[in-house]
């Protein structure tokens, strides 16, 4: 149904991309705005006042404007940066800046380390209190422990919209009227959500929204980080530089206060990556011009089939949660085959898994693995390619039970 708009599977038909959730392929939309870019004159933006300048200065702006209506925020609560990690990291240092020691940071047990780490180290830094939300036996994590955090002066929650392991929702909603009724900001990483959903952050209302490009059929060295305008101008920018600042101080003067420009420009300090974030902003419109209800059902019956799948086997361990909300996802593990070794195995046969501990640990800690395999499914995959798969799944356990018994 979408294998025409990705020239790398469409013309890969003996390979069979399951490794979505780690990065997408490139969509049409996002090849040809490439090569209209690179046909350009080359300039920088927003530095001239010459023709080429002003072109793609304007270019970049238009990205800024429309990846905000798609996701519903204003345009100048539209960060552009390197990707969802570094997004998240300009949250976590930006919001816990100006924490009283007595308040404290929840996050999860099934945060991808991009939502893990940065938080442990700045309460570390700050000697805040860090608390973690455990998941419940399936990996999904269970809200319902969030009553016991109550007490805790929790000022920050920063929760996944989407697991990177299981591809469970988080119920946002949910989350959020928590958050309220405890005057917490909530911040949500929505790298595993964007390409089977685009968000609406006005209807989530979330206070920070984080995604990626390469994640959604754009480029690698993208990011998004939306935050609530009042929040904007309270944050003092980490990085400091050109295209940043509108007034400095002279060297001789012993007056040190620099005078920034306004959101989201002082946020941007340097060249930003503007080809990529047009890019992106095509990239999703594209997305969004789909006829998003086919494109959800598409979704929904790649799921139902992998799920039916997988547990006709006895020897296949599902690390799951099926009564839950939930996108194409599947992390498991074959009996007495080492998932490294199960990935090897696929990809001789032309599939590409994932297979490890995913950069979520904490949550393979939880689940008592060390690591497991993924199939993490897109728009191109197709229900003939899971008939394939199925039949690599079974050659490859014989296969693995004639070594096993030699």
Not at 148 to 153: A, G, I, L, Q, V
Not at 341 to 364: T, V
Not at 365 to 380: E, G, M, P, T
Request: glycine share 4%.
């Amino acid at each position: 149904m979408y294998q025409h708009h990705f020239p790398a599977v469409y013309n890969n038909k003996q390979r069979h991309f399951f490794d979505n959730a780690s990065t997408t392929q490139y969509c049409t939309t996002a090849i040809e705005t490439t090569s209209m870019l690179d046909n350009l004159p080359r300039s920088n933006i927003t530095r001239g006042i010459y023709k080429e300048a002003e072109i793609i200065s304007e270019y970049y702006e238009q990205a800024r404007q429309t990846i905000a209506k798609l996701i519903g925020a204003k345009a100048h609560e539209i960060i552009f940066c390197r990707g969802t990690t570094e997004a998240l990291n300009i949250s976590a240092r930006c919001l816990t800046e100006n924490l009283k020691k007595n308040q404290a940071v929840l996050i999860t047990d099934a945060e991808h380390h991009s939502n893990f780490l940065p938080w442990i180290e700045l309460c570390k830094q700050k000697n805040l209190q860090l608390y973690r939300l455990p998941v419940d036996t399936n990996g999904a994590i269970d809200l319902s422990q969030l009553t016991n955090f109550e007490d805790k002066n929790i000022a920050i929650l920063s929760i996944t919209h989407c697991s990177n392991v299981t591809g469970v929702i988080s119920d946002i909603s949910l989350i959020k009227k928590w958050c309220i009724r405890n005057n917490i900001i909530l911040v949500v990483d929505g790298a595993q959500m964007i390409q089977h959903d685009i968000p609406n952050v006005s209807n989530l209302d979330a206070d920070v929204y984080c995604f990626s490009g390469h994640k959604v059929f754009a480029s690698s060295g993208i990011g998004v980080l939306y935050a609530k305008e009042k929040l904007l101008e309270k944050w003092q920018p980490i990085m400091w530089g050109g295209g940043m600042v509108l007034d400095m101080p002279m060297l001789n003067s012993s007056e040190l206060d620099n005078s920034w420009l306004k959101i989201p420009q002082k946020f941007e300090a340097g060249t930003p990556p503007y080809q990529q974030a047009i890019i992106l902003s095509h990239t999703l419109k594209w997305l969004a011009s789909l006829d998003q209800q086919a494109l959800h059902k598409h979704h929904q019956s790649l799921l139902k089939k992998t799920n039916t799948l997988l547990q006709k086997y006895s020897f296949i361990d599902i690390i799951h949660h099926s009564n839950l909300p939930r996108h194409p996802i599947f992390a498991f593990n074959i009996h007495h085959l080492h998932p490294h070794d199960a990935a090897h195995l696929f990809n001789e046969l032309g599939f590409c898994l994932r297979a490890g501990h995913h950069c979520a640990k904490p949550l393979m800690k939880s689940l008592h693995i060390h690591a497991c395999l993924r199939i993490s499914l897109s728009c191109y995959n197709t229900l003939e390619e899971l008939d394939l798969f199925e039949d690599a799944l079974k050659t490859i356990y014989q296969h693995s039970q004639k070594f096993l018994t030699c």
